[in-house]
């Protein structure tokens, strides 16, 4: 899965070890762009139901974009 924003402490861990430079143009990106943070009840109920739900055990090696359509604007 390819995971887009959602609300989390990852973003204040990784700030004092990360390269600020595009930290910074990755936020001005998200930003103009607008889409709302990922629901991370949303996720979770998602893999559970891609784990365990009718058809799991014939997706093999999909890559699922969890972005509330922020990759279909910036490619």
């Keep these: 899965m390819m995971m887009g924003a959602m609300n989390t402490n990852i973003a204040d861990v990784f700030k004092t070890g990360m390269h600020m430079e595009g930290y910074q143009k990755m936020n001005s990106v998200y930003e103009s762009i607008q889409a709302p943070p990922v629901d991370l009840d949303e996720v979770a109920g998602f893999c559970v139901n891609l784990t365990y739900g009718k058809g799991a055990s014939i997706i ?14 910036v490619g």
């Excluded at 093999?60 to 604007?73: L, Q, S, Y």
Aim: net charge negative.
């Design 60 to 73: 093999n090696g999909a890559c699922i974009a969890i972005d509330n359509g922020w990759t279909c604007v």
